[in-house]
């Protein structure tokens, strides 16, 4: 595609403006204009065989090339703004992707001021749960490509803050189930990384820490032992005969001195179990650590850089 057209998508009201990386179905209608299909693409997940990059507003999304999306984030206009770029978990339809940017959009704004952000949907269908683990392996490997493809003024050491959030499931696109290797450049992407409620074991985040820890210059790890979600994927998800620690999801029982041991200077362990919020993301949780890692005051604002 030309980097002058554009191919606007009906049926898709994202209610805020996001940049959109997706491989969900979409079928086109007579009049040549897209529409995502959201009954295949929600409920059984239907794919497209590569990624699409788009532009988001209330009320219409519009298709343009990798290269001109790229470009828009790089731009003048706001190469000054933090950018965040939020992998889903299991189970979620589109809407439900984008109500749950807005929520952590709106908490960084809240707390950080403006900023803008990349949803990267892999199109897992909703409420399926074993169908949605066996995209992990092949998220995780268009997950890695598209940070080989980041212009070097989008990663952090060099351009403007970048900020990778993580729920439950989504921590595959880093986490490697299948080896210690990855082909992430090893050099500073993003400022911080946050992983909340991995649903990973910890044995997995150890094997394929070294592979990954020099993309970002911060992680943080946010468990809950009360997360209902993940009680029941270690449920589904136990092995026989395998040991309590290696069925037990690192989202609900991390062990904070062995992980803070691992890499002490980057990597924090943050219990939010008194927060109650079932599966729900930790919005405010993760905005207010951002927010003291870059040094912003309670009721101050300034420019994040």
Not at 40 to 64: E, H, M, R, W
Not at 186 to 199: E, K, L, V
Request: net charge positive.
């Amino acid at each position: 595609m030309a980097a002058s057209q554009e191919t606007r998508i009906e049926g898709v009201s994202p209610r805020d403006n996001f940049y959109l990386v997706t491989n969900r179905r979409t079928v086109e209608k007579k009049d040549g204009h897209m529409q995502y299909n959201r009954l295949g693409g929600d409920l059984f997940g239907k794919q497209d065989d590569a990624y699409s990059f788009s532009v988001s507003k209330p009320g219409s999304t519009v298709l343009i090339d990798r290269d001109r999306f790229f470009a828009d984030l790089e731009s003048r206009e706001c190469r000054d703004r933090p950018l965040v770029i939020f992998v889903h978990g299991c189970c979620v339809s589109l809407g439900e992707m984008f109500k749950q940017a807005r929520g952590l959009k709106n908490a960084f704004e809240k707390q950080c001021g403006p900023i803008d952000m990349v949803c990267y949907d892999w199109s897992t269908p909703s409420g399926n749960y074993p169908a949605s683990l066996s995209r992990v392996e092949a998220m995780n490997a268009s997950f890695n490509e598209f940070l080989q493809q980041l212009p070097e003024g989008l990663k952090s050491h060099k351009g403007r803050p970048l900020i990778l959030v993580t729920h439950s499931l989504g921590a595959y696109c880093l986490v490697d189930r299948r080896s210690k290797d990855s082909v992430i450049d090893r050099d500073s992407i993003f400022s911080a990384c946050f992983f909340s409620r991995p649903d990973i074991t910890q044995d997995q985040f150890f094997a394929s820490y070294p592979a990954f820890k020099n993309i970002a210059g911060r992680y943080f790890l946010l468990k809950a032992s009360n997360d209902p979600n993940l009680k029941l994927s270690a449920l589904v998800r136990s092995r026989p005969f395998a040991s309590n620690r290696q069925n037990r999801r690192l989202g609900l029982f991390a062990d904070d001195d062995a992980l803070e041991r691992l890499d002490p200077e980057r990597l924090s362990v943050i219990d939010v179990s008194e927060l109650k919020l079932g599966h729900v993301i930790p919005y405010e949780k993760i905005a207010s650590l951002y927010k003291e890692m870059i040094g912003i005051k309670s009721g101050e604002t300034r420019k994040i850089n």
